[in-house]
C-alpha cells in the first residue's frame, strides 16, 4: 500500500464507513466530478453527501480495489463491485492536499448498464437522506 498521506484515511472512509470524521478529511473547497451528474459537486457538505451515498452503494459487499496508482499527491485507484447482479468497473481519480485532506475526487464507470444503475440507486439513497 502506498504511504500518500489521505489515503489510509480513504480506505477507512471505504472500507469501514467511517463517516464521523469525513468533514475533518474534505477540504472545504473539495470537488466531486461524477458519473452521473455534469456540474462539478463542491463545498465539503455537498461531497461528504455523495461520498456517503457512494460508500453504500457502490462500496457494498463486493466492492474491491484491483489497482492503486499513486504519486505524492494523487492516487487513481480503480474498482470493482456490483448491483443487483451488474458488474460495475471504475476509477476514483483523487487529489490530496499536502495535510491529507481530500481535495478532489472523478469517478469514472463502466459499462453503460452500470452507469444506470449507479444512477438510480444513488437518486434513491440521496431522495432518503432528504427526508
Not at 457538505?45 to 452503494?57: K, Q, S, T
Not at 460495475?88 to 491529507?100: L, P, Q, R, S
Not at 448498464?113 to 444512477?119: L, P, R, T, W, Y
Request: aromatic letters at 10%; glycine letters at 6%; a negative charge.
Amino acid at each position: 500500500m502506498n504511504t500518500l498521506k489521505g489515503l489510509d484515511t480513504w480506505y477507512r472512509f471505504v472500507k469501514d464507513k467511517e463517516y464521523e470524521d469525513i468533514s475533518d478529511f474534505l477540504d472545504e473547497n473539495a470537488v466531486l466530478y461524477s458519473p452521473i451528474v455534469f456540474k462539478p459537486i463542491e463545498g465539503s457538505f455537498m461531497v461528504g453527501m455523495y461520498l456517503m451515498a457512494a460508500a453504500e452503494i457502490i462500496g457494498n459487499g463486493s466492492f474491491k480495489y484491483v489497482r492503486e496508482v499513486c504519486d505524492d499527491e494523487n492516487a487513481i485507484l480503480e474498482f470493482e463491485t456490483e448491483i443487483n447482479g451488474i458488474t460495475v468497473e471504475g476509477v476514483d481519480m483523487i487529489k490530496f492536499t499536502k495535510e491529507g485532506k481530500l481535495k478532489e475526487i472523478k469517478v469514472m464507470i463502466r459499462p453503460l448498464k452500470a452507469v444506470n444503475i449507479v444512477h438510480q440507486k444513488m437518486g434513491e439513497y440521496l431522495e432518503k437522506m432528504k427526508s
